[in-house]
């Protein structure tokens, strides 16, 4: 967005530079108690003390004072499916059976344009609620939706990623295209919304049972034609859909030998879940840099297993971390921290508030090889920032009165904060949360 008047935030400001390798890793972050931002035309043109910063500001220059609170980059959540906002806290079994009983009726409903729309409001209304200023969505299988889905995201100006559904099989006949149709609409898609404002395309075959291998080759023609754009698919989140891809695709040595024999797999590639990973198939992610990722309150909510995180980057596999709304419970990424916490506490891993924090900025942007754009506070980054307060409910300001330290106080935030902890949340300088 440009033709903004300067603005000049001030309070206190957290970035990283790399992953903390433990609390006393200063060295990966910057933390300034007086800092300030100078946003210019959506860009962060400075970043600094705030006294060295004011005297760069332009005489127009309009001060926000958001002290005591810190500033941050905005969250960036990894995946998400915009089709199921109402499908959120819907009771199941387990996955597959999840994905019949609501998601797939659901997600019928958005070939309509106006209920589209109308659930694209809500969605980012929910995303900047919780400080969330970039996420990478799953749309449904209809173009009507994903031109609802960037077009909120342009009246906002956010950066956002996401594409059409790719499914030809095991879906309702309302849902399923073919791979020619699949290739033909998500081409046209990518042709209109990629890198048209802040739009990421992203192409989407849904997962190796709802696609044939004839659409999988289209969605691997797709990605060498368009090397820049990202994929995004699920794998190895539940044992009832390993077993079925197996049946599936009899000839591939494992789920993730489905998608190596496409094409799919690469840095750009988004793989959600990883739960159960097999050596062979971690070895295949760390050659390819294909990311795995964490959907903590999915995990739990549908009962599919624990992510190892310390297992998959010991292996040098890319990790991030999402809410998997609305198989995940919360579009909050405090809340998911809070639970991917937990599930790490289970297997005796234990994420310090730093990594949290990194993970949910600089890491997830690393992980979309956007950090030039997003995810720190270096000059020339785009202003997409959250404002936290960690006394924002009684519980919280009684806690903090005991809090000596930033680690603390992160976690704090981490443990107990929600939508009422995030003060403001600015995308390309602009501020969204009323």
């Known amino acids: 967005m440009t033709d903004q008047v300067p603005t000049l935030l001030r309070g206190r400001l957290l970035s990283f530079h790399s992953a903390p390798a433990g609390p006393q890793d200063t060295a990966a972050y910057s933390y300034l108690e007086d800092g300030a931002l100078l946003l210019i035309d959506g860009k962060i043109a400075a970043q600094g003390a705030y006294d060295a910063v004011r005297v760069q500001a332009p005489e127009n220059v309009r001060t926000v004072d958001h002290r005591p609170n810190l500033i941050l980059p905005g969250f960036i959540d990894t995946h998400i499916h915009f089709p199921q906002a109402q499908v959120i806290a819907s009771w199941a079994d387990q996955l597959l059976d999840w994905l019949n009983d609501y998601t797939f009726p659901a997600e019928m409903r958005f070939a309509d344009k106006a209920h589209s729309a109308r659930i694209a409001t809500e969605f980012y209304d929910a995303l900047v609620a919780q400080g969330t200023t970039t996420a990478v969505a799953y749309c449904s299988s209809h173009p009507a939706s994903v031109d609802a889905y960037f077009e909120e995201a342009e009246r906002r100006g956010m950066l956002m990623l996401g594409g059409k559904t790719m499914m030809d099989r095991n879906a309702p006949a309302e849902l399923c295209d073919t791979p020619q149709s699949a290739y033909d609409d998500s081409k046209a898609l990518l042709a209109k919304w990629h890198g048209r404002g802040r739009a990421h395309y992203v192409i989407t075959p849904r997962f190796a049972i709802t696609s044939t291998p004839q659409q999988l080759e289209a969605a691997g023609t797709l990605l060498k034609e368009h090397p820049g754009c990202h994929l995004q698919t699920h794998i190895n989140e539940n044992h009832n859909e390993i077993a079925l891809t197996r049946e599936l695709y009899p000839d591939a040595a494992h789920y993730l030998g489905v998608y190596e024999s496409f ?172």
């Open 263 to 434: 094409g799919l797999l690469g840095p750009k590639t988004l793989l959600g879940h990883c739960i159960h990973m097999t050596g062979p198939e971690m070895r295949i992610m760390r050659e390819t840099g294909s990311v795995a990722v964490f959907c903590p309150t999915s995990n739990l909510f549908l009962g599919s297993g624990l992510f190892d995180k310390a297992g998959l980057e010991g292996a040098g596999i890319r990790t991030a971390i999402a809410t998997d709304v609305g198989g995940g419970t919360s579009y909050s990424m405090l809340r998911t921290l809070d639970e991917g916490y937990k599930i790490l506490q289970l297997q005796r891993q234990r994420m310090h508030p730093l990594t949290g924090f990194y993970w949910a900025t600089r890491g997830n942007a690393d992980a979309l090889s956007l950090t030039d754009r997003i995810g720190t506070l270096d000059a020339g980054s785009d202003a997409d920032l959250v404002v936290l307060d960690a006394r924002a409910t009684p519980p919280m300001a009684l806690r903090m009165e005991t809090v000596e330290t930033l680690s603390e106080e992160l976690f704090v935030l981490q443990t107990l904060g929600d939508d009422r902890a995030v003060v403001q949340t600015y995308a390309a300088g602009q501020a969204l949360k009323v």
